[in-house]
């Protein structure tokens, strides 16, 4: 009886769990998909003007950490010049841009 409980239990916990773990699409759709695009390959008006890189490139994303999108969100993207190119994403938590990272890497073809 006392292992259907502890089943029961962890059952619960995992469930409350991934209800409140970040959702990657939701903050990419919120605020990475106006310049990268819904699908990452930054074929928006805003991405063209940046020239940005398609995401969803396999050898792109080979060339970057999962550290390094993570603090491209954080901090900021900035030419060799200091010229911003990415602002910062403030109002996300660090979970909220690990579970962006992950989602991320889900583009990849």
């Not at 969803?56 to 200091?82: C, H, L, P």
């Not at 841009?97 to 989602?103: E, G, M, S, W």
């Amino acid at each position: 009886m006392k292992s259907r409980t502890a089943i029961a239990l962890f059952a619960a916990l995992a469930f409350a769990a991934s209800s409140f773990a970040a959702d990657g699409t939701a903050v990419w759709n919120n605020h990475c998909s106006s310049c990268h695009g819904a699908d990452g390959k930054g074929d928006t008006k805003m991405g063209k003007k940046l020239k940005i890189k398609d995401l969803t490139d396999a050898a792109y994303q080979a060339s970057f950490t999962d550290e390094a999108a993570f603090n491209a969100v954080k901090i900021g993207v900035k030419t060799e010049a200091g010229k911003t190119v990415m602002k910062a994403i403030e109002e996300v938590t660090d979970e909220e841009i690990n579970a962006v990272v992950v989602y991320l890497r889900t583009l990849k073809k």
